[in-house]
């Protein structure tokens, strides 16, 4: 919805979009990513470095505001869509790695490199197609409400599969010692605090899309 937004508004609105929906839109992979982490638990108490998991939210919003920007081109020719999904997958790669990194294990986590590669592949190959779906869908078209669901649910399990693809690679020395749990993000909530805050942001955004969509087709 975001993308039909931008693509169809004028002067500064375009650049208030793409700001604002880069940051909904990084903020909805990113918690993702975070609450899967937080699902994630070992024989040891876990947190997570306030300045690695700020990283990590950062690149998700920078990705998302490449990939709005890509989609909302005039035209997407084979040649850039391949090179904006690998942009893309090497953004959602980075981010989920840099949040694995927020733990501070000592020993470091070890990756099956197979695993890894896997999971950078599913990242490039999702974001391509989510690139691809959004370009396709940014114009009012029949069943566009149906369509656009059904690729929300294709993007979403795309993320969810890089996700636990890359937590799968991860090993994780015997007798190993979070150094994030000793002056990070710890505690019980978090991850309600993180879900709640994620879809009030959510859902505000796509209040004022549509709100905004309809008070432009009155004028």
Not at 191 to 197: E, H, Q, R
């Amino acid at each position: 919805d975001l993308v039909r937004r931008i693509a169809t508004a004028q002067g500064r609105a375009i650049y208030l979009w793409m700001s604002g929906g880069a940051l909904a839109l990084g903020i909805g992979v990113w918690s993702m990513h975070f609450i899967g982490m937080l699902a994630f638990e070992l024989p040891i108490q876990l947190g997570y470095d306030l300045g690695l998991t700020a990283a990590s939210l950062l690149i998700a919003v920078l990705s998302s505001g490449f990939a709005l920007w890509l989609v909302s081109q005039p035209l997407l020719p084979w040649p850039q869509l391949a090179g904006g999904a690998l942009i893309m997958g090497a953004g959602i790669g980075s981010m989920h790695y840099t949040g694995m990194a927020a733990l501070e294990m000592q020993p470091g986590i070890v990756y099956d490199p197979v695993l890894f590669v896997a999971s950078l592949a599913i990242a490039a190959g999702a974001s391509g197609a989510a690139l691809w779906i959004a370009f396709r869908l940014r114009r009012n078209r029949p069943n566009v409400r149906l369509a656009r669901a059904g690729a929300s649910v294709v993007m979403g399990i795309a993320t969810v599969g890089m996700h636990y693809t890359g937590m799968a690679a991860a090993k994780f020395p015997e007798g190993s010692v979070c150094g994030g749990a000793l002056d990070g993000l710890t505690g019980d909530g978090l991850d309600y605090l993180v879900l709640v805050t994620t879809l009030a942001v959510l859902g505000m955004t796509l209040l004022t899309s549509v709100l905004d969509a309809r008070l432009e087709s009155r004028t």
